[in-house]
């Protein structure tokens, strides 16, 4: 158990909808990422944030957003939903605000699945 | 764009057999990180290598770090089925992202 937490476990929806992932990072960590895992992409970084402020960002569609609240819980939300958005999301944490020099721990993850 | 890519994408030995997987960037890199990520699993952090020709142990796990710091490999001996999982190496890209290779699956036959 890495202390990561992600709700829901598995979420099923249809197309043009709208869902949102839920994800509370390790006590004590600032920052949190949001990745997408699908089958053909591997591991894509999604968007970072570190304490409140979004850090980094990487391949994320304009139909996603993120935030991270006051209390460092992050909501990944996920818009107009298309199949090609089926995939497995982790959150991952870490204590510091350097997503490639600190250890990062995931969550279990949230499958979504689009039909 | 800059880019991790790791090799071999699949691997199946028998166990007691060794195993390497080897990563390549298309960069220098500051450091670089592996995770295993076991069957219906999460990506769990392995080791962080940082000097250049650096190498560390873990068990039966051996982790270089190329002279060049643009290439690493995990080196795995005398494998058990408890190692089956995807190896991921993930690299530092110039805007501060970590960006994960593709993963090695590893499967081993008792």
């Known amino acids: 158990d890495s202390g990561v937490t992600q709700t829901p476990k598995h979420l099923i929806t249809a197309t043009g909808q709208r869902v949102t992932l839920r994800c509370s990072p390790r006590s004590g960590d600032l920052s949190v990422y949001w990745y997408q895992q699908s089958l053909d992409q591997g591991l894509q970084f999604l968007i970072q944030?570190?304490?409140?402020?979004?850090?980094a960002k990487g391949n994320i569609l304009e139909r996603f957003s993120a935030q991270q609240f006051p209390d460092l819980h992050s909501e990944l939300n996920l818009s107009s939903l298309e199949l090609g958005d089926s995939a497995l999301y982790f959150c991952a944490s870490s204590v510091g605000g350097s997503g490639f020099y600190n250890e990062q721990f995931f969550g279990p993850g949230t499958r979504l699945t689009v039909l | 764009g800059q880019q991790v890519m790791q090799i071999p994408q699949y691997q199946h030995v028998q166990e007691g057999e060794d195993f390497t997987t080897y990563c390549n960037s298309s960069t220098t890199l500051s450091n670089i990180q592996w995770y295993k990520q076991r069957p219906g699993g999460h990506p769990v952090f392995l080791i962080q290598?940082?000097?250049?020709?650096e190498v560390k142990k873990q068990k039966r796990l051996t982790f270089q770090f190329g002279e060049a710091k643009k290439n690493s490999s995990l080196h795995i001996t005398a494998t058990q089925t408890t190692d089956v999982g995807t190896y991921f190496c993930?690299?530092?890209?110039?805007?501060?992202?970590?960006?994960f290779g593709q993963g090695t699956t590893l499967q081993v036959k008792p």
């Open positions: 290598l940082v000097k250049s020709g």
């Open positions: 944030y570190y304490n409140g402020e979004e850090r």
């Open positions: 993930a690299g530092p890209s110039n805007t501060g992202k970590l960006i």
